[in-house]
């Protein structure tokens, strides 16, 4: 099972990113999608996650602001991240939980780094 995160990068206070993460070897459509961050010096922490039915839940940080999508016959997820803050600096990781199995499996992670 392999997750490649993508589309991190330096944008401004007040500006926009959208993440993907493109998911292979594993029966997609069956799992259950997160994104987690990680700001230098602290714990890994959740920021939202999609289920196979399409539920959808969100860390009360992103306060409306992230939105979290997918599209199974393309085996990608995405965050699509508004108003964004030097808060929100951090390592973004995706995740997948099998369907199947119940494995948790990860990405690599992508830097996002919201400074002027």
């Known amino acids: 099972v392999q997750l490649q995160a993508s589309g991190g990068g330096l944008v401004e206070p007040g500006g926009s990113l959208t993440l993907s993460c493109a998911a292979s070897?594993?029966?997609?459509?069956?799992?259950?999608v997160g994104w987690y961050r990680q700001a230098p010096g602290k714990q890994r922490d959740f920021v939202a996650r999609?289920?196979?039915?399409?539920?959808?839940n969100y860390a009360d940080f992103v306060r409306g602001r992230f939105t979290i999508s997918r599209e199974n016959d393309k085996n990608m997820v995405y965050l699509q991240m508004n108003s964004l803050s030097p808060e929100d600096t951090a390592v973004y990781y995706c995740?997948?939980?099998?369907?199947?199995?119940?494995?948790?499996?990860w990405g690599q992670g992508t830097l996002v780094t919201v400074s002027s």
């Open positions: 995740q997948i939980e099998s369907g199947v199995t119940g494995r948790t499996y």
């Open positions: 999609i289920g196979s039915d399409g539920s959808k």
């Open positions: 070897g594993i029966v997609f459509s069956r799992g259950a």
